[in-house]
């Protein structure tokens, strides 16, 4: 069931994402589907059509025919992603705290602030 580069992002939506009840031609979740009633869906953005750079999309379709339909249905524009960045200036990584550099200065630091801080304990007892 090859697609053509015409496929419209109604079409797309159909047969690709999973919240859409092909039976019923509804959305699982509403009475509606929000993309059809000109509304942005968040399950839609994020895991039927992924971000612009995304290494796993369908063949057949022509994502960037499909952003620009999805922004003109429902008003989306592009987001920019917020990028978190540690204090010395270092992108980091979802769940982390510190950079990897910046991690090992502040292991370093709270050893030695131990150790101190033992050293004396040893030293009065």
């Known amino acids: 069931m090859k697609k053509t580069k015409e496929s419209t992002i109604i079409a797309f939506l159909k047969d690709n994402c999973a919240n859409y009840d092909r039976h019923y031609q509804k ?4 009475d509606t589907c929000r ?3 000109g509304q ?6 994020k895991c039927v ?5 995304y290494k796993y999309k369908l ?4 994502y960037s025919k ?3 339909q999805y922004s003109e249905l429902t008003g989306a524009q592009t987001q920019r992603v917020k990028v978190r960045r540690c204090g010395c200036g270092a992108v980091l990584n979802l769940r982390q705290r510190f950079c990897g550099s910046c991690a090992k200065k502040r292991a370093k ?3 030695r602030k131990f150790y101190q801080q033992n050293r004396l ?5």
Do not use: M
């Open 27 to 30: 959305c699982l979740f509403a």
């Open 35 to 37: 993309v059809f009633d």
């Open 40 to 45: 942005r869906c968040g399950y839609f953005e």
């Open 49 to 53: 059509l992924g971000p612009l750079d």
């Open 59 to 62: 063949p057949g379709y022509d």
């Open 66 to 68: 499909l952003f620009a």
């Open 109 to 111: 630091e709270s050893n």
């Open 121 to 125: 304990k040893r030293v009065v007892a």
